[in-house]
């Protein structure tokens, strides 16, 4: 299963979110650029439990050393896939919980999360010489959050069938148990981060994420955040969106809801629709036009059910016109 997004928009555009996102791929093409000496920048950088427990080693590294590896483990990965899903991971999910923490606690929680992350790691795996790197440990703190706060959201996940894409809403609060027990059965089963995963580093991450959310929901929120929130406020909705059609009696046509901003409504706009409904066909690019009104109809021709003189009627999409 691929998650594609969550169904949950976010009100706000995630600058931290994507900040963090930014410097994760700078730090990994700093990584490129040492070649054959990538070994030693990653035992520097990464997180090496054996740096902390056995002297001989540690005796090599300065205090301030040790503390900084403790944080830039975070932002170094093993590949090109390895970055590719931890950023993706963190797209999905980290907008909301940005969004809804404000962005300065969210930057404090997600670097409290890795560090959790990490310090889980190198307790159960004390005289680990391997290192440790990625933001496998924060991502999962930030998962662990979202599981709390949003419950009743989806995430649209793509299931490749041979070469077809099919998309299905699964509970967020289902695919996060899934990847949690997914991590607790593979920690279980191996010891250590041998094969090149530190589960218990997301197993840690997860846990202290959810602890770490309900200690930030105790803390005052500042003015700040509300000012933060007033400029990156989003003028438009969710590119891709999930419509399940009605298809009243013996009407051949399919009808259903799309949803765009005022500003979306005013200056036109493209969505991809995905439209749960048979097995063919089941994404499809749709063009609102500029000066769109509340309550218009987009018709797509011949998207609709089979009549029994073999014709197809039609998907009509109602606009519904809201603010983020």
Not at 42 to 57: K, T
Not at 167 to 176: C, D, G, K, M, T
Not at 265 to 275: D, E, F, P, Q, W
Request: aromatic share 14%.
């Amino acid at each position: 299963m691929i998650p594609i997004r969550d169904t949950t928009p976010s009100k706000n555009f995630p600058i931290v979110n994507n900040l963090l996102i930014g410097v994760n791929v700078v730090v990994y093409l700093i990584q490129l650029m040492h070649g054959g000496d990538l070994n030693r920048f990653i035992y520097i950088y990464g997180l090496v439990p054996a740096r902390y427990s056995v002297d001989r080693i540690s005796s090599y590294f300065s205090i301030g050393q040790q503390i900084f590896s403790l944080i830039s483990f975070m932002f170094l990965h093993g590949g090109f896939l390895h970055l590719l899903g931890n950023m993706w991971s963190l797209y999905i999910f980290g907008d909301n919980v940005e969004d809804r923490m404000g962005s300065i606690r969210y930057l404090a929680f997600y670097l409290l999360c890795g560090l959790a992350s990490g310090l889980s790691h190198l307790f159960i795996n004390l005289d680990s010489n391997i290192p440790t790197i990625g933001a496998s440990g924060a991502i999962a703190g930030v998962m662990g959050a979202y599981f709390l706060m949003f419950p009743g959201s989806k995430v649209l996940t793509l299931i490749p069938i041979l070469i077809i894409p099919y998309f299905i809403e699964v509970p967020a609060f289902l695919f996060l148990g899934i990847w949690f027990v997914f991590q607790f059965l593979n920690a279980a089963g191996s010891h250590g981060n041998i094969g090149g995963i530190a589960w218990w580093a997301h197993i840690g991450g997860f846990l202290f994420g959810m602890v770490f959310l309900k200690i930030f929901g105790s803390l005052p929120s500042s003015g700040f955040t509300e000012k933060v929130r007033r400029v990156t406020e989003r003028k438009t909705s969710h590119r891709l969106q999930v419509i399940h059609p009605s298809a009243p009696g013996d009407d051949p046509h399919l009808y259903g809801t799309i949803q765009i901003t005022p500003f979306e409504a005013y200056t036109g706009t493209h969505k991809l629709v995905n439209i749960p409904w048979g097995f063919k066909k089941r994404l499809f690019r749709v063009a609102v036009p500029p000066g769109t009104k509340e309550g218009s109809r987009l018709r797509l021709r011949g998207e609709g059910k089979w009549t029994k003189d073999g014709t197809k009627g039609d998907l009509l999409l109602t606009v519904s016109i809201k603010d983020r």
